[in-house]
């Protein structure tokens, strides 16, 4: 498995931005506690958890930007090691080599057209 690391600074903006979001939370909710005290509805809740979750948001991006081993953002994957549940039933993927895109019959290990093996052996 391989896999893409977000960059130093896509995540340095996007914690700045985090940062900018957290202190537009704590105002907004600061409002809504006002709103909430006058219709005796508990929406302080909703910017509270707007501001905990743009919170977090700032603790992932900075942690990206200066830790040594970052977050992946995409895992890549070989289609043996983890196949993707919706081609058993929307395509016939599976009957080309992944290797060279040779068409193959089902009860292929290796292919014919590169050698490669296409299946694990049973
Ligand atoms: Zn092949």
Redesign the pocket.
Known sequence: MRSVKPGRAPSLMAGIVSVFLVIFGIFFTYVLYFISAQTNLPIWLFGAAWTTVVLLSAIYNFYNVFAKKRFSSVDIVDRNEEADPLNEHLSDDKKY??????K?AEDYVY??????K?KEEK
């Open positions: 080599c992944p290797h060279c895109g040779e193959l292919c014919p057209n590169c050698g490669q296409v």
